[in-house]
C-alpha cells in the first residue's frame, strides 16, 4: 500500500515516518484510529454530526486528516465531507481497517450475476432481460407491470431494485409516497474513471496508492483476480468528485498526471484505454440531509411494493447496502405473503 503526495509515490509507512508526520501526529493517528475501532457507527454522537466535524474536533496535525479523509473517499466511494453522516462514513474505514476486508472477485462481478440467474433458474423463475417496465400498476395495493411493449405482468408485489428516481417515475401519484422523500433526498455519488489495459507495469511495487492531497486512488486488479486480462495488466485509476466538481476534462488530467507518478512511462504500455468522466458509484449515502435515514424496504402507501439498491442501506453503504436492502425486501415480501394467506385462511373459515 503506498500514498500519492505532492507528486510522489512512497510506502505508507515511509509516508507515516517521514518529516512530513511530526511524532505528536503520529501519535494523534494512532489515538483517532483506536477510537474508530471501537466507535459504534449507529450512535448519535456519530450520525447527527459530519464527518468533517468529526475529523477537524479529532485531529490539530493536517496529515492525520488528510490521511483519514483519503481512506473515508477510499472506502466510500464518496467525497462530500460537509456532507457524509460521520457515523456510516467512520463505520466503513473501521471495516476497511479489518484484516481481509477487501474480496477481489476471481471473473469479476459478473460471475456473481451468472451464479444468481442460475440459483433464479433453478429455483423456476422466468426471467426476461429484454424486457422494459414502462409502469408498476397499483390501486394501492400493487397490481402488476406494464411493460414498454405495451404488454401486461401481473403481479401482487414487486422489488424494484433500481433508482429511487427511476421507481419514482414508474408509480402513479408517487409524490404521495415515501417514493417523494427517497427521490428528493437522494445525493448521488460520481466519480471519473480512467481503465487501462498495459503491456507491463513500469511500476511493478505500486499496485494500490491512496491520493492524500488530491481525491484519487489507482489500483492494479490483475494479481488478485487475473481473468480480468487476456494479456497485460489492468489498472484502474479513479477521481472522486467533490460537490459540484466535475469538469471532464480537467479530471481526465489530473489522473492523466497521477498515472504519470504511479506509473512513470505508461503511456508507452497501452494496449487499450477507456474514461468515464461521470460514474454513479451510488445512487445515495449516508448524509446529514436525509428526513429518512432508513429508506424501505416497503413502501408504506402501496401495498406489495418494495425497495433495494445501494442507496437503500439502513447504514449499510456500496455493495452491502445492495445486499442486505435486497434481503430486507425478500424478507418482508415473505412475511407479507404469509400475512396475507393467513387472513385468507380465516375469511374462508368465516365463510363455511
Known sequence: MSVLWNGNVMPLTRFLFSGRFTWSARVELTRALAKIMRLDPSADDVMNINLRTWIEEHFREPMGRNLL??????????NAPDRQCAGTALGQVRRSLRPNSVLYVEGGWQSIVDQLREAAVRAGAELVPSAGVAAIEHDGQVRGLRLTDGSQIEAGHVIAAVPPSVTFRLVRDAERTALRIWKDQAIPATVACLD???RRLPAPRNRVVFGIDEPVFFSNHSGPTPSLAKEGYVVHAVKYHGIGEHD?????????RAMDAIQPGWRKE???????????????????????RKPGPAVPQVRGLYVAGDWAGHGELLVDAAAASGRRAAL??????????????????AGR
Do not use: W
Not at 473515508?72 to 464518496?78: A, H, N, P, Y
Not at 471532464?248 to 492523466?256: G, H
Not at 418482508?332 to 380465516?346: A, F, Y
Open 69 to 78: 479523509y483519503s481512506l473515508v473517499r477510499t472506502g466510500t466511494f464518496t
Open 196 to 198: 487501462l489495459c498495459l
Open 248 to 256: 471532464p476534462r480537467k479530471d481526465e488530467a489530473m489522473l492523466e
Open 270 to 292: 497501452v494496449i487499450a484505454r477507456q474514461y468515464y468522466p461521470n460514474l454513479t458509484a451510488v445512487y445515495d449515502y449516508n448524509h446529514i440531509d436525509r428526513l429518512d
Open 332 to 349: 418482508k415480501l415473505l412475511d407479507d405473503l404469509r400475512t396475507e394467506n393467513v387472513s385468507r385462511l380465516h375469511v374462508a373459515s
